[in-house]
Nanobody, 124 residues
Framework: QAQLVESGGRLVQAGGSLRLSCAASGRTFSTYTMGWFRRAPGKEREFVAAISRRLSSTRYADSVKGRFTISRDNAKNTVYLQMNSLKLEDTAVYYC?????????????????WGQGTQVTVSS
């Protein structure tokens, strides 16, 4: 069972950059597909990005494509989300998630383990 802890969220100005990290416990991190999701105030949790376990493929929500980059370091049991050109609408709690299956998916209910979330607030 994986335990996930996100960090890096903070207040940032629009147009700025931020990197989120998610540290995973356990020795099987490299076998998980990893994803980032977010929940904005008053909205449902939505998919942001995902990365396959061997770095061969990534997937992004249209709203972040070209601005966000997901990456992982299996030696450090950590997945990252580099966020550039941040917009007001990127304000949300960002969650890290792990999926046992090798298939990348965008569904909330298709991930097996979740972190507690880290708050990102983008100000004007």
């Amino acid at each position: 069972q994986a335990q996930l802890v996100e960090s890096g969220g903070r207040l940032v100005q629009a147009g700025g950059s931020l990197r989120l990290s998610c540290a995973a416990s356990g020795r099987t991190f490299s076998t998980y597909t990893m994803g980032w999701f977010r929940r904005a105030p008053g909205k449902e949790r939505e998919f942001v990005a995902a990365i396959s376990r061997r770095l061969s493929s990534t997937r992004y929500a249209d709203s972040v494509k070209g601005r966000f980059t997901i990456s992982r370091d299996n030696a450090k049991n950590t997945v990252y989300l580099q966020m550039n050109s941040l917009k007001l609408e990127d304000t949300a709690v960002y969650y890290c998630a792990a999926r046992v299956s090798v298939v990348i998916t965008t569904g909330n209910h298709e991930y097996d383990y979740w972190g507690q979330g880290t708050q990102v607030t983008v100000s004007s």
